[in-house]
């Protein structure tokens, strides 16, 4: 079955750590996403891509960075600029050809400071 | 710029009861509108949608109209299963730029036995 994998489910970071979290989409979507998830509070978008070797920064991508190397993969690093990274993280992806398509999402990276 | 109110939770109802979760939207042109589904400790799983004005979305018992002159996505189901206990989300796309979501800050639903 196609789908998004998010990995690991949990994870712990450290004062002054950067932390990578990955996506990757077996659906042959060309357009990746990355959301941030806080209590109570909807999504936020961090960084986006439409096409391998390009992306943008969204909403909040202070202290976060990205890379697109390959069209199935999009890792998201939490870098210690980003003071207050504890969140559930979520990745997404769609075909992206009109703007009308829906997004498919993974499970989920929590980030929690050790 | 764009953006999306959702009525406040927790919305709490008993099994078979009627349920309605506003949802209003600001935005230019004539983006797509979406609902989607987060149970917990999972990402969101998409609902349902709709692309043009008078559209109505369903899946599963859950229907939402596209209301260009209200300006609004309403989620509706007639009959609700405490299976349904989640958060909701509605959410709309940027199609002139980003092509990213815009999202609501969900409604808890708890469905009561």
């Known amino acids: 079955d196609g789908g998004i994998t998010q990995s690991p489910k949990y994870l712990f970071r450290k004062e002054g750590q950067n932390v990578t979290l990955s996506c990757e989409q077996n659906?042959?979507?060309?357009?990746m996403y990355w959301y941030r998830q806080d209590p109570g509070q909807g999504l936020r978008l961090i960084y986006y891509s439409q096409i391998v070797n390009d992306f943008q920064k969204g909403d909040i991508a202070e202290g976060y960075s990205v890379s697109r190397e390959k069209k199935e993969s999009f890792p998201l690093t939490v870098t210690s600029a980003q003071k207050n990274p504890t969140a559930f993280y979520l990745c997404?992806?769609?075909?992206?050809?009109?703007?009308?398509?829906?997004?498919?999402f993974g499970d989920g990276t929590r980030l929690s400071i050790l | 710029g764009n953006s999306v109110t959702q009525m406040e939770g927790p919305v709490t109802l008993s099994e078979e009861a009627f349920l309605t979760i506003n949802c209003t939207y600001t935005a230019t042109g004539y983006p797509s509108l979406f609902w989607y589904v987060q149970y917990p400790g999972e990402g969101l799983q998409l609902l349902l949608k709709?692309?043009?004005?008078?559209d109505k979305g369903s899946n599963k018992g859950f229907e939402a109209t596209y209301r260009k002159e209200t300006t609004s996505f309403h989620l509706e189901k007639g009959s609700v299963q405490v299976s349904d206990s989640a958060v909701y989300f509605c959410?709309?796309?940027?199609?002139?730029?980003?092509?990213?979501?815009?999202f609501g800050s969900g409604t808890r639903l708890q469905v009561q036995p």
């Open positions: 997404a992806s769609s075909t992206d050809r009109d703007g009308n398509q829906p997004q498919h």
């Open positions: 659906l042959n979507h060309d357009a």
């Open positions: 709709a692309t043009k004005a008078d």
């Open positions: 959410a709309l796309s940027d199609i002139t730029g980003r092509r990213a979501l815009t």
